[in-house]
């Protein structure tokens, strides 16, 4: 054995102990962490807030960001401001809490029969500064 190179002899208890509390530490913030995204949901790049009002606006968006995981009892989304210019059929479907809906500002140039199907509460919607040209008529059958 090169003469620089010592065996560590620290007593068996002290080494025991080290390495039984560094997993029981690490396992305690792996916990915190799976635990505080879901606690605190909110569809990336957006803004949640406690009030309900979830605000996406003017972040770049060319596609809607994950809304399953708006956090429940959402009242307001805002997504003006961006350049989304299609969405799917299903784009908003599940989402009954959403009082408020602000597409404006975007580049929409035709919302798909249904689209707002499931939105039963919502009670205002803003469209302006769009490239929408007809409307369906059984588009807005529920507003
Ligand atoms: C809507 O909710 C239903 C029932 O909870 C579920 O089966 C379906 O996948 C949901 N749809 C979307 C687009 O999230
Ligand atoms: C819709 O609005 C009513 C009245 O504000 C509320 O009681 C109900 O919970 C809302 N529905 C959903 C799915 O949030
Ligand atoms: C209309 O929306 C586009 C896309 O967001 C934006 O660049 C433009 O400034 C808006 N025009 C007005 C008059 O607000």
């Known amino acids: 054995m090169p003469p620089n190179i010592r065996p560590i002899d620290l007593p068996p208890t002290s080494s025991t102990t080290r390495y039984l509390a560094r997993p029981v530490f690490l396992c305690g913030l792996c916990l915190l962490a799976v635990m505080l995204p879901v606690a605190s949901s909110c569809?990336?790049?957006?803004?949640?807030?406690?009030?309900?009002?979830?605000?996406?606006?003017?972040?770049?968006?060319?596609?809607?960001?994950?809304?399953?995981?708006?956090?429940?009892?959402?009242?307001?989304?805002?997504?003006?401001?961006?350049?989304?210019?299609?969405?799917?059929?299903?784009?908003?479907?599940?989402?009954?809490?959403?009082?408020?809906?602000?597409?404006?500002?975007?580049?929409?140039?035709n919302l798909p029969a249904g689209l707002f199907r499931d939105m039963s509460n919502l009670t205002k919607l803003t469209l302006h500064n769009n490239s929408l040209t007809g409307m369906e008529r059984e588009l807005f059958q529920v507003l």
């Not at 972040?59 to 401001?81: D, Y």
């Open 43 to 109: 569809p990336p790049p957006c803004l949640c807030y406690s009030d309900g009002l979830v605000d996406c606006g003017g972040r770049g968006l060319l596609t809607l960001p994950p809304l399953h995981l708006l956090p429940p009892g959402s009242h307001s989304l805002l997504l003006a401001n961006n350049h989304l210019a299609s969405l799917g059929p299903s784009a908003f479907a599940n989402l009954s809490s959403l009082e408020e809906l602000d597409l404006s500002n975007n580049y929409l140039d």
